[in-house]
């Protein structure tokens, strides 16, 4: 007896230090305007110029890189560093290279996506991965046919595809970057519509795929748009009216906490993710008040980190 129980508890523990049951973190970050310091010709990026209404001098850029970094490192905690990190709100390949090769992040040795997009102050979606926990196999920029419909250009939808090399399963992500919800008017919310539809027909093409979909979609989770795209995946953000009553949220306007970033994921995805993200509310991105210290407010530099909390959750 005791010789089999010997081994029962061996293999035991054998399953339960298998690298393919740690948890690998996965991040959401916007991280409000990192544009480098220079012109593009090609974007309304002035307000970032040394000489722009925004004074962005290479001091503030860097110290904006240093921010996110550290913010990143923070999640990480001891279980090592995030296996996916979504962003937006990124100028260029540029603000990429120098945060994960010259910043203080550079020791994480991150590896990222990103393509060049229409917005027309040039703002983008990218991507941060962990070429040791995920081996890339491609990714494509979704055009939102905005300008098409004689709407306001948006953000490509980003979709990532490659393999977590833990479990040696296959992972579609998509990293989006919905349009404004500024003036409240009628275009902005039939943006966001084809925006959602747009991911959703990407979506109808992997069905019994595992996928996550993270991003800021400038939308409440009781806004329409989300009811064809909870036709595909599953929210991991509080849905119910009595979750929703505290203070809580990505997003502080108004005097009010509100979800307006999201993580979802397929139901075959579903098992293995913990049922909830967290918000990563550390106390040094809040200010006394308790709001996101932001880089900006207006015109007037705060120097904080972002006015948006990260989201963060485990994946087994």
């Known amino acids: 007896m005791n010789v089999l129980r010997r081994l029962f508890l061996f293999l035991l523990f054998l399953n339960l230090s298998s690298p393919s049951l740690w948890p690998q973190r996965i991040m959401w970050y916007n991280v409000e305007n990192v544009f480098d310091t220079r012109h593009d010709s090609l974007k309304n990026d002035f307000d970032f110029l040394p000489e722009g209404d925004y ?14 970094s550290r913010v990143i490192a923070a999640v990480a905690e001891q ?6 990190v979504g962003m937006c709100e990124v100028e260029n390949d540029t603000v ?8 203080s992040l550079r020791t994480a040795k991150y590896r990222y996506v990103h393509h060049e997009g229409p917005d027309l102050r040039g703002v983008d979606v990218a991507l941060l991965y962990q070429p040791a926990l995920f081996r890339l196999l491609g990714s494509e920029a979704i055009r939102v046919s905005s300008d098409e419909q004689g709407l306001r250009p948006t953000r490509d939808i980003l979709h990532v595809w490659g393999q977590q090399i833990r479990s040696d399963s296959l992972l579609h992500v998509f990293v989006l970057h919905f349009p404004s ?22 979506l109808d093409k992997l069905k019994g795929q595992r996928i996550l979909v993270m991003g800021d979609f400038n939308a409440e989770p009781h806004d329409p748009i989300f009811q064809p795209i909870l036709q595909h995946l599953v929210s991991l953000v509080p849905q119910r009216r009595k979750e929703l009553k505290r203070a809580q949220g990505t997003y502080f306007y108004q005097g009010l906490w509100g979800y307006i970033d999201h993580i979802l994921v397929s ?23 308790g709001a996101p210290w932001r880089t900006f407010q207006g015109p007037a530099y705060k120097g904080g980190y972002s006015d948006h909390l990260p989201l963060y959750v485990d994946v087994w």
């Open 96 to 103: 990429l290279r120098d945060l994960t090769l010259r910043s």
């Open 181 to 202: 919800r500024a003036g409240g008017n009628i275009s902005s919310t039939q943006n966001r519509m084809l925006a959602a539809q747009t991911l959703c027909s990407a």
């Open 267 to 289: 139901p075959l995805m579903q098992l293995s993710c913990e049922h909830r993200v967290h918000v990563a509310k550390f106390p040094f991105l809040l200010t006394e008040k």
């Open 55 to 68: 004074h962005w001098t290479p001091w503030r850029y860097w110290r904006k890189l240093d921010n996110i």
């Open 79 to 84: 279980d090592g560093w995030p296996m996916l």
